[in-house]
């Protein structure tokens, strides 16, 4: 059984920017991700969870995350545009990376750039206790909270622009006390270029040294992260004046129904080998599963979008949530980690706001746990 184990506070594993020189085109770095400051040793991790930032690139581009030793996969974990190098904008997303060999994860871009990787935690074999690690618990994708006045949320909180700590109460969302979540953070209009993190527990006013999203000035951007949650908080903490929207995507808990099975990065959806998505249309998207697959960690890259918009992602089957997995601006290509439940086909749905292509690349699959942990 694979389950997610998650650090106490996300860990920085790499930041260029303490060294002389950003990281080449077509050059990679390799990052040691077990031993002291990261992965514990003992953990017979299999895969890392981390935030990849690239920093100021100096063209257009992309970056791969991927197991060392291997072969570099086709598929990217985020995507530079002109407009993105031209604001000299810091570009963010999540990634469920293999651990490869000497214990590490390889970063390659494409072209010139700074890059700084925050370890957030780890997957592998549930041990007994408090080491039995976290499964996914599926949930209908909701909206928890949108600071936009008029705007619909689950949580009533006050709906304002904000700057600095946003403490928000996540022990109305189950029975149960949650552990930890996998939100979707989405900065709306921020007033300058800076940083918003996800950090357990009530707000306390110290600035964190770890970031989950990187946006430019007035400019929407949107990140998942799987984060702990500390006596039924959850503190979101932005150094810049925004708006917040926080969509709820799983429950992580010790009793929960499925386990996670990291893969190699494939390529599962690409429309510019068909047609482009229509806007205000849903397409249903099929033959993305494994079987017995109930889920899917994947990314979806959205690709020459029309206008500024949105993407949601959703099982099939229901009413479409009020939710949004990327979100982008006219001509960009914008990547997300999003984690999504199938349909009993293998299918899921796709609703953009705007005519655009979509490729989605598989990351992990979620799959029933035969030894649900019991502690």
Known sequence: MRAIHLLDAPVRVLDTRDRTGKV?????????????????????ATAAIVSVISVEPCAAGFVTAFPCGGNRPLASVLNRTKDTVDAAAAVTNAAVVAIGDLASICVYTSSPTDLVVDLTGY???????????????PVPPVRLVDTRPGNQQ?????????????T???STL?????E????????????????????????????PSTSVLNMASHRTAAALTVTRIQDGHLCVYSNVETDLVVDLQAVLAPRAELATVPVLPSRLYDSRTTTRLDAGVERRITGLGVPGAAGAAINVTVVDPSSDGFVS????????????????????ITANLTIVGLDASGAICAFSSSSTDLVIDAEAWLVPSLTPNTS
């Not at 997957?123 to 039995?132: E, I, V």
């Not at 189950?174 to 949650?178: E, G, L, M, N, T």
């Open 123 to 137: 997957n592998g074999d549930g041990g007994d206790g408090a080491d039995a690690g976290l499964l996914v618990a």
């Open 168 to 170: 928000i109460d996540m």
């Open 313 to 332: 992602m959703y099982p099939c089957g229901g009413d479409r949530p009020v939710i949004s997995n990327v979100n982008s601006g006219t001509g960009s």
């Open 24 to 44: 080449g085109a077509d050059r990679f770095v390799r990052i040691p991700i077990v031993g002291p400051g990261a992965i514990p040793i003992e953990s017979a």
């Open 154 to 166: 689950i949580l009533q909180l006050a709906q304002h622009r904000f700057v600095g700590g946003l």
């Open 174 to 178: 189950s029975a149960d006390p949650v």
């Open 180 to 207: 930890a979540v996998t939100i979707n953070i989405v900065a709306v209009d921020p007033a300058a270029a800076g940083f918003v993190s996800a950090i357990p527990g009530a707000c306390t006013g110290a600035a």
